[in-house]
């Protein structure tokens, strides 16, 4: 029988995959498109192994890890108002990613234990006359507890069901495929994770709701609204009185146990209440209770407590102690050999590396677990260990359920999906056991601290393992066929915030035996890599300021790979806590004529403008494209190719973001035109350019708004040297698309020599 999840406020991770989100339109015969679907990568810095970095790619993958503390992808227009931005994927993104899908809720043991938070009376008001609420908060605050308790007032219990998308955006795919999935009278929570949401989903989805007769509660994260806030639909969720939570729980807890106890009355209601009140008293329970970071926190030191119920005054302290310390605690039980059963021994090399593996890649496939720790036991940890004999390697030996504990995984229900097309996730029972369990790792085995940084940077390298051909007898590997896969660009942003993670232990010494290396070197893959380091490093407050010196370094110096890392690292959260000081460089390396070729540079501004604010960086563009200088224009082109396959949500379609800019601020319509033209004018980005164009044009079919925009500006950029080819691609496009109103009319206008739009017929 499955183990129910606890009540702890925490519901399940959002996916670690690439999302699968709407894409734009995309032209028949798309002749710069790669063989996967996806745009090729320009990035020249990256060596013939597939060592690249594409940008769609890594936003994905950044937007989607579960361990760094995430920014939405908002920007902010005119008069602050909010637009959520989305990631662009090509035709190979798989379908089954855009079912979202759902499992039953079970709400009754998080209903028993849930203390009402501020504006609780307000959220039931709202959910019963708008059938949608959402609620704001931080992970650990008791969202799951109040969502139950809300919808439990207004429907059955038996009726609630958790909804789930493996890609892309969630509340998006609600709403598409809400005929399918809502059943009148059934309640929904909708767990979005880190991911953004806009104003009009929001009021798409409360209208939806209301015709199909369910409710939904929406669990998110803050997002900037602006002055579109629906204060109606939104609320802050903050963390109820701990006490209050510490104390349902123990009643709970203790008659539960009641149920099964056969010692003595200390656990009857007399004796329970008895216990609970002389607890509540005490300033141990008030410094616990003052250390605990979340509810799920107060609900284990509850478990802890209720166990102690018979016990006396020592027993109560040492089982607080145990709580506070618990995690370094399990993870030395699950790094130990010591007290292991017979059968695992033999298999302790690879028991210790799936451990190690299934903690690092919490939330992604098993797949990515098993490969890994393949490569830890099988390939890094014998170039530093002396074993006599090779360890018995029988695959049947190897049950994952016996190789990582019950303690350390998730609850089942959560860490698989409901379909039958769907992997099995890694899932940590507490997410902090990953920085708990590396620095266990790096201080209690310190022979493991080499092995640990080079199984990360043959991660990275995609160095050939069991997946390439290898065929292992009595522990000796015959590579046939050994060659360097791809790797997934969620693993290498996960073992780049692993080595950001080390450098909390040991700055020095992880930056100069990683970090440094990745820097200087010309893999773009690493450079990029080696700026997510310094990023995660660079969120503990007190290595903020080495970090900073690290960076003035890399921009300062003389070295091309160091450049293009200051670069990339600019372009994170680094960059975002002082964008003037980031703008101002990526300026002056953007001049530097060994950066002309690398996409560091357009890659940065790019991601300071999907996720800082959008003037200063548009404003930088717009000098950029205008500058003398050689170079600076052609890395504005590049940043508003990489901004290009990127859209905004709209209550029916995606905009693309550039384009979303321009309808907010006419300002921005000049810069629009003069990137355009710019690139559709050099060698190097023309034939992309075009692409991107048809996709816009194609796209703004049946938006009255995007139509008249790209019917004024269009014929702008295509003027003078360009008109010739600008007919020619026309032609070609409304021979694809003959019954395309806006082709027909810029192509009209543009023959006619008009520089404003054509006739609307």
């Known amino acids: 029988m499955t183990e129910p999840p606890m009540p702890d406020g925490e519901g399940p991770p959002p996916s670690a995959d690439l999302p699968g989100q709407e894409p734009l339109p995309e032209p028949a015969g798309d002749a710069t498109t790669a063989g996967d679907g996806r745009e090729p990568d320009e990035d020249a810095e990256g060596p013939p192994d597939g060592g690249q970095v594409d940008f769609v790619e890594h936003r994905a993958a950044r937007e989607h890890s579960l361990l760094r503390t995430r920014r ?6 005119k008069h602050g108002t909010a637009f959520y931005v989305e990631n662009y994927h090509g035709e190979s993104a798989s379908s089954s990613s855009d079912e979202v899908w759902a499992l039953p809720f079970e709400a009754d043991a998080f209903v028993r234990v849930h203390e009402k938070v501020a504006r609780h009376a307000d959220m039931a008001l709202s959910l019963k006359e708008h059938h949608l609420v959402v609620l704001e908060g931080p992970q650990g605050s008791g969202r799951y507890a109040t969502a139950a308790t809300l919808l439990a007032g207004v429907c059955a219990r038996y009726a609630l069901r958790t909804l789930h998308r493996d890609d ?19 309640g929904y929570v909708v767990d979005t994770g880190a991911q953004p949401y806009g104003v009009r989903t929001l009021e798409t989805l409360a209208r939806i709701a209301v015709r199909a007769g369910v409710y939904v509660v929406v669990i998110g994260e803050s997002a900037p ?13 903050g963390r109820p009185d701990l006490s209050a939570v510490l104390e349902a729980h123990l009643r709970d807890l203790l008659a539960t146990h009641r149920a099964r106890c056969a010692v003595g009355r200390e656990c009857g209601p007399a004796g329970s209440a008895a216990y609970i009140a002389r607890l509540a008293g005490e300033e141990r329970i008030d410094r616990a209770l ?12 509850a478990r802890k407590l209720a166990e102690c119920v018979h016990s006396d005054e020592a027993d109560i302290a040492g089982a607080i102690g145990e709580w506070r310390d618990r995690l370094p605690l399990l993870a030395r039980k699950l790094l130990s050999p010591d007290g292991a059963p017979e059968a695992d021994l033999l298999l302790d090399p690879h028991r210790q590396a799936i451990r190690i593996a299934y903690a690092c890649f919490h939330g992604h496939p098993l797949a990515d677990v098993i490969e890994t720790a393949d490569l830890l036991s099988g390939t890094v940890l014998p170039r530093f260990e002396s074993r006599d004999t090779a360890p018995v390697n029988l695959v049947f030996s190897r049950d994952l359920d016996r190789l990582v504990p019950r303690e350390m995984r998730a609850p089942e229900t959560w860490a698989t999906t409901a379909r039958a097309d769907g992997p099995r996730r890694a899932v940590l029972a507490d997410r902090e056991l990953l920085p708990a369990l590396l620095e266990v790792a790096w201080h209690s085995y310190g022979d493991l601290r ?9 991660i990275v390298s995609g160095a050939p393992g069991r997946a390439s051909g290898d065929v292992h007898v009595q522990g000796r590997a015959s590579r046939s066929g050994s060659r360097k896969a791809r790797v997934p660009e969620r693993i290498k942003v996960r073992v780049a915030e692993i080595v950001g993670i080390l450098m909390r232990f040991d700055f ?15 893999s773009s893959v690493h450079q990029q890599c080696a700026a997510l380091a310094l990023e995660m490093a660079y969120a503990q407050e007190a290595l903020s300021r080495r970090v900073t010196a690290r960076l003035k370094n890399w921009a300062g110096g003389h070295n091309r790979g160091l450049h293009n890392s200051a670069a990339r690292t600019y372009g994170t959260t680094v960059g975002l806590q002082d964008l003037p000081t980031a703008l101002r460089e990526l300026r002056r390396l953007g001049t530097k004529p060994q950066l002309a070729s690398s996409n560091a540079v357009a890659f940065s501004m790019a991601s300071l403008f999907l996720e800082g604010p959008v003037d200063p960086v548009a404003d930088e563009l717009d000098a950029w494209i205008t500058s003398p200088d050689d170079h600076l224009p052609q890395h504005a082109v590049r ?24 309808l907010a601020d006419e300002r921005r319509r000049h810069l629009l035109v003069g990137l355009l ?36 500006i269009v014929p702008r950029v295509l003027c003078g040297p360009l008109r010739g080819r600008a007919l020619f691609h026309l032609g070609l496009w409304r021979l694809r698309r003959p019954e395309s109103p806006v082709l027909r009319r810029i192509q009209q206008s543009i023959a006619l020599g008009t520089a404003g739009p054509g006739e609307r017929k």
């Open 72 to 77: 939405s992808a908002v920007t902010t227009g």
């Open 508 to 522: 020095d010494f992880v930056y100069r035996e990683t970090v440094h290396p990745w820097a200087v070197s010309n």
């Open 290 to 301: 003052g250390m605990a970071a979340s509810v799920a926190e107060v609900v284990r030191l």
């Open 677 to 712: 033209r710019r690139a559709l004018t050099t060698q190097e980005t023309s034939a992309r350019t075009w692409t991107l164009l048809e996709r816009w044009l194609t796209g703004a079919e049946g938006d009255d708004a995007l139509e008249r925009l790209f019917e004024e």
């Open 450 to 458: 080499k092995p640990l940084l080079r199984w990360l940077e043959a």
């Open 639 to 662: 940043s508003m190719l990489a901004l290009g396959r990127f859209t905004v949500r709209t209550s029916r379609r995606g905009r693309p973001a550039l384009a979303e800019l321009a």
């Open 225 to 237: 609204y602006g002055a579109d806030r629906p204060q109606h639909l939104v609320f802050e969720h």
């Open 168 to 186: 892309g955006d969630l509340l998006q795919g609600v709403c598409e495929q809400a005929e399918a999935l809502f059943e009148a009278g059934r």
